[in-house]
């Protein structure tokens, strides 16, 4: 069965430079979720989104933004990045509001 | 506020035990409740999720019991395998979207 899709895998940048994360979600899926989890930590909601709006939003930073396209696939954009950006940033899709949230691989994020 | 904990960092197990794995929450307007296995260096993975209205929800080898009253909710792993070993978090959502994570709980499975 398809799953989430991130990319890229691994991406390592430097401070005070700008990242992009791609998460395309299960076929149909209409829902997007985006989670920070830093190491040895829980996974952290930052925002989601339904039907290409923000449905709600969480601990994310300003320096963040994120959107849902026409495909459904989304970007969080990372600028002005700092030492403590460094994380596993993981997407999830559901069918819908509310529905069972399925997780992609993750990108692991390193800023030097 | 909203809360969800686990009670044990680490749970070790013998290989065909069973494993429970326990979590409490603290809003008790909580509808929904999820369990995911992650393993290392990957994303968490769906193992079973059960709503407000049930108190029991049966899996493959696995079952989930939630308990409104003492807001408790637990994981039952049958027979125990190798491959069960991972980190284990419960999660739970109060009528949006985001999921909110408790402390894993990492299961180490022995031969």
């Known amino acids: 069965a398809a799953g989430v899709i991130q990319s890229p895998r691994h991406l390592i940048k430097e401070k005070r430079e700008t990242a992009t994360l791609k998460c395309y979600p299960i076929?149909?899926?209409?829902?997007v979720y985006w989670y920070q989890q830093g190491p040895g930590q829980d996974p952290q909601f930052l925002i989601s989104?339904?039907?290409?709006?923000?449905?709600d939003k969480g601990s994310i930073p300003d320096r963040f933004s994120a959107q849902q396209f026409s495909d459904y696939h989304s970007e969080l954009n990372m600028s002005s990045l700092e030492l403590g950006d460094s994380a596993l940033y993981f997407c999830?899709?559901?069918?819908?509001?509310?529905?069972?949230?399925?997780f992609g691989p993750g990108t692991r994020l390193t800023v030097l | 506020g909203e809360s969800v904990g686990l009670h044990l960092p680490t749970l070790s197990v013998q290989e065909g035990d069973n494993s429970i794995i326990n979590c409490a929450y603290s809003?008790?307007?909580?509808?929904?409740f999820i369990w995911y296995k992650q393993e290392s260096g990957k994303g968490p993975q769906f193992i079973i999720d059960?709503?407000?209205?049930?108190d029991k929800r049966q899996g493959q080898r696995v079952t989930v019991l939630l308990n409104k009253t003492v807001k408790h909710l637990s994981l039952q792993i049958a027979a125990t395998q190798p491959g069960d070993s991972a980190v284990y978090f419960c999660?739970?959502?109060?009528?949006?979207?985001?999921?909110?994570f408790g402390t894993g709980t990492r299961l180490q499975v022995f031969p």
């Open positions: 999830a899709s559901s069918l819908g509001r509310y529905d069972t949230q399925y």
């Open positions: 076929p149909r899926h209409d829902t």
């Open positions: 989104f339904y039907e290409k709006m923000q449905s």
């Open positions: 809003n008790s307007a909580s509808d929904y």
């Open positions: 059960i709503r407000s209205n049930m």
């Open positions: 999660a739970g959502a109060y009528n949006t979207d985001k999921l909110i």
